[in-house]
């Protein structure tokens, strides 16, 4: 066990597995001579030669292309994309070909890939390059979607992940890859749909992903000086996703409030707000509430963008309305 | 939208209210937390504050008028809303349950059973036509699992979530002795035939509060199995004391006060007694709330004083005496007479010997008080003149067995004997 940065986790994810099996390659912008955009891959080019770290062109939808090619003929590609928001430039590639190769092919085909990047909003970078997309990439079957929020988590999960035959959308956020946690060293699985209680309580069931757990613990603490027991549970993976955790949670504290940080409509969180809703229904005390980034394109000025995104001030609001306190 | 304002329950066992003053006209402005109305609810008469705010729009149940709880009182909204819908809907609602209720009664059940059943058959379908959307209670789903587990109607909870949804915690206080009773409850209505009045029988209309004493008292009796322990105890201490303290003092401070302050010190030391038969297992309290049966013209109530184990004699003998007061008025709110976990009542005033009382739920013990008198004692082989009073002890045997009881009812006589005791 040591303590490492999140960026440093990932790094030992990938050398880990490129160590172990010769077929997993690196492709993406700057993955090699410039150690990646956020350092991700640092001296990966160095230590596995042109030949698996391979710089491509900026072009998106070319270069998931290829690498889901090489998937399909026995390779074990990741793909890092500079930014989620760059990834809608594949999205036919990722939606079209990756998700549906498998099913169309009657099982000729396996996808194993995987697509990572930094996903979601992260302070003075406009509207067009802070968007959470997970739930576009949620919406359609044959994808996985992994949303780590330690850097243990994030190890464990990534190593899964290029185990797993089949496409998986990895997400990561520029705002977490400093955040410093102790990971295990060596091998370190985490199964994906494994969902994990990062706070035990019982008045209040949170539940959160990526970046925004950390907020939701923050919450969970302000809220523990109120005598309010929140308990904070991390999804982890939103497909496939651990529904059995979540209910248990909630028939226990009867109350549940959803953190997620990408728009309301449609998302994520106000998928997994109608499932606790039907499926948690007579143990209920209150409607399942959900904080969200606001129904907006992320405004520059930084006073509006904090506004625009969820808080700890917001999530203790709503659980004291789910507690009709 | 128009919004209906409801008969709501406003005391726990109320089911119907008649409606003793309107505090607002057609046409006034209301505000939340606004007095609408005043309702005389089985126990008392209760402040109706509003939840709607806007506009009355209409009165419907006129003052004098009785309504079920989830009955339709009024409509509140902006002038020039349609409530001609709702009207529709509260008459359609109202009518067809009242000919439901009316039905059994008319119905000769003792003498033609076939009939009657057939009777009582025919009431649902006629109150199932009706829409019932008029009566619904807002109700988180929790609290509605909930209150099917411990049989509580939810119609009689109030609810505080917002737009007065039930939420869980309305329905935390509420033991399952709640069920016990309803159940019990249920059994004996069903058990009891109602007779056809005999010639020169006159036929008293029964109060709302002589329901409530009818049912409590009956589910008591039938599910708590009593038993009673009587002892004599000389109060000659007690009187002297009492009358030093009172020499100077404006106001006496009675007997019962000091009944309550030294029957809550032996509670303290036999907490058991203190405690709550709940189906799964026994709430044992924190405090002495001990209630006093106080005599209405027309029935009884009890009115409590809480945590009397940490207040004086003094103390407990004033709030008694505004909560008397309150009582004689119809003025005391729910919870000034719900929930005592110990009840005294005391006849002695009545020239009463001794007698036995019915245990006072959720409270699992009364202790029955009856005539201070003097009386020859024999002490140290001498006959003597001594002032004794008897008192009796019901016990719910679910929780206190004879020797629980028989040592409470010790300590508590000898610190009444001896009043120092209870400072020891």
């Known amino acids: ?325 | 939208m128009p919004e209906k304002v409801l008969m709501i329950a406003l005391s726990p066992t109320m089911e119907t209210g008649t409606l003793a003053r309107w505090r607002k006209k057609e046409g006034d402005k209301v505000s939340s937390g606004d007095v609408l109305c005043e309702v005389e609810t089985d126990k008392a008469t209760m402040d109706y504050e509003s939840s709607a705010e806007g506009t009355l729009l209409k009165i419907v149940l006129p003052e004098g008028g009785q309504a079920k709880v989830g009955d339709l009182i009024a409509i509140v909204g902006k002038p020039g809303d349609d409530i001609s819908a709702l009207l529709a809907e509260a008459g359609g609602a109202t009518s067809p349950r009242a000919a439901g209720a009316k039905a059994p009664l008319a119905a000769p059940s003792t003498a033609r059973p076939a009939a009657a059943a057939a009777a009582a058959a025919a009431a649902p379908a006629a109150s199932a036509a009706a829409p019932s959307h008029g009566a619904r209670v807002k109700s988180s789903p929790l609290a509605r699992k909930l209150a099917e587990q411990k049989g509580v109607d939810l119609r009689s909870v109030r609810g505080t979530g917002p737009g007065g949804r039930v939420v869980r915690r309305d329905l935390d206080g509420l033991a399952a002795g709640a069920a016990a009773a309803a159940g019990a409850g249920t059994a004996a209505r069903a058990a009891a035939p109602v007779l056809q009045p005999g010639p020169g029988d006159q036929v008293i209309p029964v109060s709302g509060m002589r329901k409530v004493i009818a049912k409590r008292l009956s589910d008591s009796m039938y599910t708590s199995p009593h038993y009673y322990l009587t002892v004599a105890v000389g109060m000659d201490e007690l009187l002297a004391a009492r009358s030093r303290l009172n020499s100077g003092r404006d106001r006496k401070i009675s007997v019962n006060a000091f009944l309550m302050g030294i029957a809550a010190r032996a509670l303290e030391r036999h907490p058991r007694v203190n405690s709550t038969w709940n189906t799964e297992n026994i709430l044992q309290h924190p405090t002495a709330d001990i209630g006093l049966a106080v005599a209405l013209p027309d029935g009884l109530i009890t009115p409590l004083v809480r945590d009397c184990g940490h207040k004086g004699i003094a103390a407990i003998d004033m709030e008694l005496a505004e909560l008397i007061e309150k009582a004689r008025a119809g003025k005391l709110a729910p919870q000034d007479y719900t929930g005592a976990t110990f009840t005294i009542s005391n006849l002695g005033a009545m020239g009463i010997d001794e007698f036995t009382a019915i245990i006072n739920p959720p409270g699992s013990a009364i202790l029955a008080v009856g005539a201070v008198r003097k009386e020859p004692v024999v002490e140290n082989d001498t006959v003597v003149v001594r002032q004794r009073m008897r008192i009796t002890l019901s016990c719910d045997h679910r929780i206190i067995d004879g020797a629980m009881g028989a040592a409470f009812l010790r300590e508590l006589a000898d610190m009444l004997e001896n009043p120092l005791l209870a400072l020891a």
């Open chain 1, 1 to 325: 066990m040591s303590s490492i940065t999140f960026r440093e986790a990932l790094r030992a994810a990938l050398d880990e597995e490129m160590e172990r099996d010769d077929s997993v390659i690196l492709l993406g912008e700057e993955v090699g001579q410039y150690n990646g955009a956020y350092k991700v891959s640092q001296g990966l080019l160095e230590k596995y030669g042109p030949e698996r770290v391979i710089d491509t062109p900026i072009s998106e939808e070319g270069f998931t292309g290829i690498g889901i090619g090489a998937a399909m003929a026995g390779l074990r590609p990741v793909v890092e994309w500079m930014t989620f928001n760059f990834s809608l430039q594949a999205v036919d590639q990722v939606v079209s070909n990756a998700a549906k190769m498998r099913y169309m092919s009657g099982g000729q085909f396996s996808v194993p890939i995987v697509f990572r990047g930094p996903n979601g909003p992260a302070e003075f970078l406009g509207a067009q390059h802070s968007q959470a997309l997970q739930s576009l990439y949620a919406h359609f079957p044959g994808l996985k979607v992994v949303a780590p929020s330690t850097p243990a988590d994030g190890k464990g999960l990534l190593k899964s992940a290029i185990r797993d035959d089949n496409p998986v959308l990895f997400l990561e956020s520029e705002m977490m890859y400093g955040v410093k946690g102790e990971v295990p060293e060596g091998e370190h699985i985490i199964p994906l749909g494994a969902a994990d209680v990062k706070r035990a309580g019982k008045d209040i069931t949170l539940i959160s992903y990526s970046k925004p757990v950390r907020m939701a613990l923050e919450a969970a603490e302000a809220l523990a000086a109120d005598g309010v027991d929140a308990e904070v549970i991390d999804l982890r993976s939103l497909r496939p996703l651990d529904e059995r955790a979540v209910y248990e949670s909630v028939m226990r504290t009867n109350r549940c409030v959803i953190v997620d940080e990408s728009m309301p409509f449609a998302s994520v969180g106000s998928h997994v707000a109608w499932l606790v809703s039907r499926n948690c229904f007579d143990d209920l005390d209150a409607p399942v509430e959900l904080v969200s980034g606001e129904d907006v394109p992320m405004p520059y000025n930084h006073g509006l963008e904090l506004a625009a995104l969820p808080s700890v001030d917001k999530i203790v609001a709503a659980v004291k309305k789910a507690l009709y306190a």
